[in-house]
C-alpha cells in the first residue's frame, strides 16, 4: 500500500496508476445510487477531487466544460471522460455502467408497477402533482444555469430561435440543433486580427 | 410485431440529441413515441419523465422505464444500451481528441456556441413537457383555455423553493406527488 503511494507520488501525475476499474465502478455506482435531483455532478466532485483525490480540481472542470459540448448527458459523458482519464477506456465502461446501473433499475420498476397501477385514480392524480413539481423543477434549473452562461443579448437570441423552430415550427430537433449551434457557433466565430474579416459575412 | 429493432434506433437517435442535458431530447421523444410508434400517451410520457426526476443519478434513466413499458425487462434493457452506449463511445473517442485540441482557436467558438444553443432547446423540450404537465384533463391547452392552475401554483412554489434554498428537489418532487393524490383525485 505504502509502496503504491510512494511510486505514484514519485510520478508527479499521481491519478491513473493508483486507480483500479473495479474501484471506479463501486465508486460511481455508490453516486449513482446516492446522486438524487440530477445534480450528479456536484457529487461527483465531491467524491473524485475531494474524497478519493482521484482528480485535481483543475482537470475535473477541465472534463466537465468538455463534457458540455458533447452530445450525451452531462453526468454519463462526466463519468466517460473521467474514467477515461483515470484508467483508460476500462475505467470509462466501469464508470458509465456503474453511473447508469442503480436508476436504470429503479426506473424498470418503476414501470412495472406503473403498468399494474398506472390506471388507478389515485396513482394518476399524485403522478399529476409529481409532473407539476418536475416542471418547476426543470424551469429552476433552466434559469439557474441561463444565469451561469448567458453572456448576452446574442445568446437570448440563440434560445428564441431554438423555441420558436422546435415549439412553433415544429422542425425536427436535430435540424434544429444542427442549425442553431451552427450559427452561433459562427457568431462566436475566432475574432481575426485583420478588421475586414469582422465586418464580413452576416 | 417485434418492436425491439424500433426501440434501439429510437433512443439511438434521441440520445445524440441530448445536448446540454436530457430536456433538449424532449420535443423528438414525444414525437416518436407518442405520434409516430403509439408506445403511450403523452401523459405516460410526461408520469414517465417526472418520476425519472425522483430517481437517483442521470434523470434521463426514464428511458428504461419506456422500454419495460413497451417490451418487458429486454425492452428496458436495450433502451438502455441504445441511449448510453453510441453517445458513449462518441464522448470518448472525442473526448480524448478534444483535450488535444485546448489550443484550436475554434473549440472556443464550438464551446460558445452549444451553450446557448443547449439552453434553447432546453426551454423548448420545457415547454413541449410543461404544456402536457400543467393541463386540464386531456385536450390540449388553446389561447390560455384548459390550464390546471393547481398544478402551476405547485409548479411555481418548486420553482420558488429551487431557487430561493437548498431543499432536496426528490423531497419536493414526492411532496407534490402526495399533495396530488388529495388535489386531483376528481380531476
Known sequence: MSDAVATATAKATPEPATVSAFDIFIQFLIIGATSFGGGAVAYLRSSLVTKNKWLDDKSFLELFSISQSLPGLNTTNMAILSGDRMRGWPGAVAALTGVVLPGAILMTIAAILYGMHGERVLVTAGLKGVAAAASGLLLATFIQLARKTLRGWLDVLFI?????????????????????????????????????????AT | MNQLPWLARV??????LTVGGGMAAYPEMEDLTVRVHHWLTQDQLVHFYSLGQMAPGPNMNMVAAIGEHVAGITG?????????????????????????????????????????????????????????????GHTPIAFGVG?????????????????????????????????????FRGS
Open chain 1, 160 to 200: 428564441v430561435i431554438a423555441v420558436v423552430v422546435v415549439n412553433w415550427f415544429r422542425i425536427s430537433v436535430l435540424y434544429a440543433l444542427i442549425g442553431v449551434a451552427t450559427l452561433a457557433t459562427l457568431a462566436y466565430r475566432p475574432r481575426s486580427s485583420k478588421p475586414n474579416v469582422e465586418h464580413k
Open chain 2, 11 to 16: 433512443f439511438a437517435y434521441l440520445s445524440l
Open chain 2, 76 to 136: 428496458a434493457l436495450v433502451v438502455v444500451l441504445a441511449f448510453y452506449l453510441p453517445t458513449g463511445v462518441f464522448a470518448l473517442v472525442i473526448g480524448r481528441l478534444w483535450t488535444k485540441l485546448a489550443n484550436w482557436p475554434w473549440r472556443t467558438s464550438i464551446q460558445n456556441g452549444l451553450a446557448p444553443t443547449a439552453l434553447g432547446l432546453m426551454l423548448a423540450g420545457l415547454i413541449t413537457f410543461g404544456k402536457t404537465a400543467i393541463r386540464l
Open chain 2, 147 to 183: 390550464i390546471n392552475w393547481i398544478a402551476v401554483a405547485m409548479a411555481v412554489f418548486v420553482l420558488v423553493m429551487m431557487l430561493r434554498t437548498k431543499i432536496n428537489p426528490a423531497l419536493l418532487v414526492l411532496a407534490c406527488g402526495v399533495i396530488g393524490v388529495f388535489t
